[in-house]
Structure formats: C-alpha cells, structure tokens
C-alpha cells in the first residue's frame, strides 16, 4: 500500500484564481474568502522579477507567511483589494 503523499506546496501550487468565485484561501483544506496576497519567488525555479502569488484568509496568513517566510521566498504580503487595486 502506499502512503498517500501530501503534495508539497511549493511544488504544488493551488490554483490561485478560483474562475467565477470569490477567491479563496491558499492553505490546504482552506476554503476560506481570501482577503491577503502574498507575493513570493523561488530563485531556484524563477528568474528575480517573476512572482507567483497564494492567497490566504485572516486566519491562514501567518501561516503562509512563515512557510514561505522561513524559505526566504516572500517577497510581499498585500491586501487583496490592494492587488487588484
Ligand atoms: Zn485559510
């Protein structure tokens, strides 16, 4: 039997617009209005001024923000409003 294998992340990243709903939350099981974007890079896998960006509700923004905070990749936290200006 296998173990069922939690796709990391990073390497799997949720799609960040949901089309034709209101955003929701990048945080896996998450399905949470997201109201932040956190803009982040990997150098390994994008070239400097690419961003990539995950979604995340008031609760899983802390969250997010370390997991990518810790890995140096964050480059940016912005109010959703503010994205889409
Ligand atoms: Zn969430």
Redesign the pocket.
């Known amino acids: 039997m296998t173990t069922p294998q939690q796709p990391h992340p990073l390497l799997a990243p949720p799609g960040a617009d949901s089309p034709g709903g209101a955003p929701i939350?990048s945080?896996k099981g998450?399905r949470?209005t997201a109201v932040w974007v956190l803009a982040w890079n990997n150098p390994k896998l994008h070239t400097p001024d690419r961003r990539k960006t995950w979604l995340?509700?008031e609760?899983?923004r802390e969250h997010l923000s370390q997991f990518l905070g810790v890995r140096g990749f964050l480059k940016d936290v912005v109010p959703l409003s503010d994205w889409e200006g």
């Open positions: 939350c945080a998450c949470e995340a509700c609760e899983h």
